[in-house]
T-cell receptor, first 113, second 115 residues
Framework: EPEVTQTPSHQVTQMGQEVILRCVPISNHLYFYWYRQILGQKVEFLVSFYNNEISEKSEIFDDQFSVERPDGSNFTLKIRSTKLEDSAMYFC???????????FGPGTRLLVL | AQSVTQLDSHVSVSEGTPVLLRCNYSSSYSPSLFWYVQHPNKGLQLLLKYTSAATLVKGINGFEAEFKKSETSFHLTKPSAHMSDAAEYFCVVSDRAGGYNKLIFGAGTRLAVHP
């Protein structure tokens, strides 16, 4: 069964450093998403991406964040200068023709020190 | 605005007894609702979804949920809990306002299953 994959599973970084979180969505899907879950809080939407551009973003998704689909398979989330409060589990998701049904990856746990 | 409220942060049941995880929703239009499950150190797995067809929705692993518009509820049930059901469960509503279907998550219910 096809699934969304994410790398790395864990990342530790110093405050101010750039990180890139990688995702490989399900191959025939067209809609891509990033969510995050700060420890003890709700899963929250960051951004959606379709047709090589951002379709919607939340207030959290400020200028420090960017997304890219650099090739036909990968979907990345970059945080330019990490802050302590960026520590969270980051989930990638994708959906196909039924765009409401999103399939999630296993997540990347980011720790900013 | 769309929202969901999970009424219990923790539920504890004995193996073989029924499971009930409660969820109320708020929506300005006919909602699409989902339940996702997260096992320890795993991703979010789709259990089931409701999209305005049958009000009783069957999902994987013996779970089902009933959409009740009059009560704005979408409770998740299973007749007999198994040890492997211990996990965190999220009730989710789709926000179609922007056209691209971002998901709005509830706070989650942690299910413990005792022998």
């Amino acid at each position: 069964e096809p699934e969304v994959t994410q790398t790395p599973s864990h990342q530790v970084t110093q405050m101010g450093q750039e990180v890139i979180l990688r995702c490989v969505p399900i191959s025939n899907h067209l809609y891509f998403y990033w969510y995050r879950q700060i420890l003890g809080q709700k899963v929250e939407f960051l951004v959606s991406f379709y047709n090589n551009e951002i379709s919607e973003k939340s207030e959290i998704f400020d200028d420090q964040f960017s997304v890219e689909r650099p090739d036909g398979s990968n979907f990345t989330l970059k945080i330019r200068s990490t802050k302590l409060e960026d520590s969270a589990m980051y989930f990638c998701a994708s959906s196909g023709s039924d765009k409401e049904t999103q399939y999630f990856g296993p997540g990347t746990r980011l720790l900013v020190l | 605005a769309q929202s969901v409220t999970q009424l219990d942060s923790h539920v504890s049941v004995s193996e073989g007894t029924p499971v009930l995880l409660r969820c109320n929703y708020s929506s300005s239009y006919s909602p699409s609702l989902f339940w996702y499950v997260q096992h320890p150190n795993k991703g979010l797995q789709l259990l089931l979804k409701y999209t305005s067809a049958a009000t009783l929705v069957k999902g994987i692993n013996g779970f089902e949920a009933e959409f009740k518009k009059s009560e704005t509820s979408f409770h998740l049930t299973k007749p007999s809990a198994h040890m492997s059901d211990a996990a965190e469960y999220f009730c989710v509503v789709s926000d179609r306002a922007g056209g691209y279907n971002k998901l709005i998550f509830g706070a989650g219910t942690r299910l413990a299953v005792h022998p």
